[in-house]
């Protein structure tokens, strides 16, 4: 299992903002933005894996990360100090990865790499537009409930 590391620099404001909420408001915050900005890698993912029986397109998921259900390498890469991770990944099939890979039988057909490779970009944006608009929407609500409370 390869495990890329991306970090974006540049979003101090929105890091600031997010800082200012509730650290669970902030991981729920963060949690929702990386689920929905991951998703268009998944279904790119899907469109690219093989249709032989359809079991790889239909194991590829975006989901936070669980040390539990890490493979020994993916254990050794989760960072404990973050607050939100989220991973996309095809399953527990281990089709997935010989045909991410290959064997010494059969040559590499990936399908996960260049979905990301193509997606890239366009889910680092997406992320910086959905947490802005998360981090708006959970002030607006805070605001809402401290209103509500100051009213009774």
Request: proline residues 6%; glycine residues 6%; aromatic residues 2%.
């Amino acid at each position: 299992m390869i495990v890329t590391i991306v970090k974006v620099e540049g979003l101090s404001e929105l890091a600031e903002a997010l800082e200012e909420l509730p650290k669970a408001t902030g991981a729920n915050v963060l949690r929702r933005t990386l689920l929905e900005a991951g998703e268009p890698v998944a279904d790119q993912a899907q469109s690219l894996a093989p249709r032989k029986t359809g079991a790889l397109q239909v194991s590829v998921s975006v989901q936070p990360a669980s040390p539990s259900k890490m493979t020994r390498t993916g254990k050794a890469a989760y960072d404990k100090q973050n607050k939100v991770e989220v991973v996309i990944e095809a399953g527990p099939n281990p089709q997935s990865i010989t045909q991410e890979f290959g064997t010494v039988h059969h040559a590499a057909h990936p399908f996960m790499r260049p979905a990301w490779s193509a997606q890239k970009m366009a889910t680092l944006e997406r992320i910086r537009e959905k947490l802005a608009e998360e981090i708006e929407k959970a002030r607006a609500r805070l605001a809402r409930k401290a209103a509500r409370l100051a009213g009774k």
